[in-house]
T-cell receptor, first 113, second 115 residues
């Protein structure tokens, strides 16, 4: 158990809908990262927050957004969902801004029908 | 553009054998190279990591070899066990200790260790 929690574990929704994925980092970790894992693209970095501020952006679609709240939990919002958004979404956390161990949560499996 | 290339895609090794997974990177700004292990239904977990100021790092049965001039690094699993059967990802990041720490992952290697 990494200490990172993610909810929900599974999510099934329809195209065009909007969903919110939630992540609670390990106690004391200030950095939160979101990654998407799919069979064709592998593990891809989406976005990083550190202590409430956005720090880095990867290949995150404009339909996707995230935020980190004062209690350090983070939410990833996916809107206007398409079939191709079906994937595993992982949250990871670390103590430091860069270079520290990233602890991954168990992931949220999203299926868009 | 894939910045970290990993091979092989899959690997079958006999129990007790050595598993070797290779990665190559393009961006010379990368300065942190971790390996992650992922079991089905779980998130990736850090196995071992190296920075470019050393050429080798060993932790138990796991060793990273790093060749800065060739821009390559590899994971060696000695005395491979069936419990090592998992998918292994190499990764790289830049700006260690700086302002951002996102990881760029290889495509993964599915390792099967036969008893």
């Amino acid at each position: 158990d990494s200490g990172v929690t993610q909810t929900p574990k599974h999510l099934i929704t329809a195209t065009g809908q909007r969903v919110t994925l939630r992540c609670s980092p390990r106690s004391g970790d200030l950095s939160v990262y979101w990654y998407q894992q799919s069979l064709d693209q592998g593990l891809q970095f989406l976005i990083q927050y550190y202590n409430g501020e956005e720090r880095a952006k990867g290949n995150i679609l404009e339909r996707f957004s995230a935020q980190q709240f004062p209690d350090l939990h983070s939410e990833l919002n996916l809107s206007s969902l398409e079939l191709g958004d079906s994937a595993l979404y992982f949250c990871a956390s670390s103590v430091v801004l860069a270079g520290g161990t990233q602890y991954f949560g168990p992931g949220t499996r999203l299926l868009v029908l | 553009q894939q910045q970290v290339k990993q091979s092989p895609q899959s690997l079958i090794v006999q129990k007790g054998g050595i598993s070797i997974i290779n990665c190559a990177y393009e961006n010379t700004a990368f300065d942190y190279f971790p390996w992650y292990q992922q079991f089905p239904g779980k998130g990736p977990a850090l196995l071992i990591a190296i920075r470019p100021d050393v050429s080798e790092k060993k932790e138990g049965r796991f060793t990273i070899s790093f060749n800065k001039s060739a821009k390559q690094f590899s994971l060696h699993i000695m005395d491979s066990q069936p419990g090592d059967s998992a998918t292994y990802f190499c990764a790289a990041s830049k700006d260690y200790g700086g302002s951002q720490g996102n990881l760029i992952f290889g495509k993964g290697t599915k390792l099967s260790v036969k008893p």
